[in-house]
């Protein structure tokens, strides 16, 4: 989904990103990918939600420092959602937190839209789980594994990709991303503000508007 996309259908969209934020160590097309497939999911609940033009019919898109996040193994992703070891535990998990756990970047999607309700959210990030007409679309879309592989590739850059919800009120994407060690070759990385703009979907952030609504 990108601004024209959104635009088409009357979704208004706002970004906010920090002049401060650290550098990420990632590769640029798979994040810009999850990012597309995030505001996708967005579109289609905000649809569902409201048949026309509608106030409460947009998407925000966020970034901020996250400290002390979970590091979760693959065992333990599909407790989604989970942001502190109390929830993981109650969840069924084990989490590994220590002094050490570096500072993450956490990118938020969120929209106002249906929400997701929790016996969705417990099987959102397996394959081939939609609740999608799986005859409609090409691709992963529409096949349940948008969100399969987008989690994947988060999982592979070291970070998790959590969701959490409100039925019939909103739904919140989390991406959160280790910070790069200064180590890390300038190509491999996204530098604060300007560097996750180049990152974001075609179309979602303009040279002259970094943050602020898109229309």
């Known amino acids: 989904a990108?601004?024209?996309?959104?635009?088409?259908?009357?979704?208004?969209?706002?970004?906010?990103?920090?002049?401060?934020?650290?550098?990420?160590s990632c590769d640029r097309q798979q994040i810009t990918q999850v990012l597309t497939s995030l505001l996708s999911n967005a579109r289609d609940a905000l649809n569902e939600k409201y048949q026309g033009l509608d106030a409460n019919k947009?998407?925000?898109?966020?970034?901020?420092?996250?400290?002390?996040?979970?590091?979760?193994?693959?065992?333990?992703?599909?407790v989604v959602g989970a942001t502190s070891a109390a929830e993981m535990a109650q969840a069924g998990g084990s989490s590994l937190v220590s002094e050490s756990t570096p500072n993450f970047l956490r990118l938020t999607v969120e929209d106002h839209g249906a929400g997701i309700p929790l016996d969705v959210r417990e099987h959102i990030f397996e394959p081939f789980f939609t609740t999608k007409d799986k005859s409609v679309g090409a691709g992963s879309i529409g096949k349940g594994l948008g969100l399969f592989v987008s989690h994947a590739a988060v999982q592979?850059?070291?970070g998790?990709?959590?969701?959490?919800?409100?039925?019939?009120?909103?739904a919140r994407f989390h991406v959160d991303l280790p910070a790069a060690p200064a180590d890390v070759p300038q190509a491999?990385?996204?530098?604060?503000?300007s560097g996750l703009q180049a990152g974001l979907?075609?179309?979602?952030?303009?040279?002259?508007?970094?943050?602020?609504?898109?229309g």
């Open 2 to 24: 990108t601004r024209a996309t959104l635009s088409h259908d009357h979704i208004a969209l706002a970004v906010e990103l920090p002049a401060d934020l650290p550098a990420v």
């Open 58 to 78: 947009k998407v925000l898109i966020s970034a901020r420092v996250v400290g002390d996040r979970l590091s979760v193994s693959s065992e333990q992703s599909s």
């Open 156 to 158: 592979e850059h070291g």
């Open 160 to 170: 998790v990709l959590s969701v959490e919800s409100e039925v019939g009120q909103w």
């Open 188 to 193: 491999s990385r996204l530098s604060g503000r």
């Open 201 to 214: 979907p075609v179309g979602v952030v303009t040279a002259g508007n970094p943050a602020g609504e898109v």
